[in-house]
């Protein structure tokens, strides 16, 4: 599922996808970590998985939290990917609807300029950028009541 052109970007299902690896990372660090406590804290000891012989607790703790900061870094690439697909569709949207808003209409600009290589960060975001600074501009031009 990460880093696949999605269908239909949904950030939500990112976000769980996420938290659930997280509660998983977190329960395996427990269930290990149980492992280095005397025999009477936990009822029968389980033997130690064999990655993990040999290393102190805080060892064990550093290797669970190199794989949350893994695990972080890959949901912050899957939103982004999830971000950009739904911008892209919304520009693909807009400009086969020929819709008659303003964004609409800079973004078919931006498809006769461009073709199909549209870039996000210097065409779409430029444009979102843009059509915000208008409507500030509009919203602060209007006398409060």
């Known amino acids: 599922m990460i880093f696949e052109a999605h269908e239909d970007p949904d950030v939500d299902s990112v976000w769980l996808w996420f938290q659930f690896q997280n ?3 977190a329960e395996e660090r427990r269930r290990v970590l149980d492992t280095f406590r005397p025999l009477g804290d936990i ?3 389980r033997a130690p998985e064999p990655q993990f012989v040999g290393l102190a607790p805080e060892e064990v703790g550093d290797i669970f939290d190199a794989q949350r900061d893994r695990l972080e870094l890959l949901a912050m690439f ?3 990917a999830t971000s950009e697909a739904f ?3 919304d520009f693909e949207s807009r400009t086969a609807a020929r819709k008659r808003d303003s964004l609409s209409r800079r973004y078919r600009e931006l498809r006769k300029e461009s073709g199909h290589k549209i870039r996000l960060d210097e065409e779409i975001l430029a444009a ?3 059509e915000v600074l208008i409507a ?3 919203l602060a031009s209007i006398p409060p009541l």
């Open 43 to 45: 009822g029968a000891k």
């Open 23 to 25: 509660k998983l990372i």
């Open 78 to 80: 899957d939103l982004l």
């Open 87 to 89: 911008l892209r569709r």
């Open 128 to 130: 979102l950028r843009e």
């Open 136 to 138: 500030k501009a509009l």
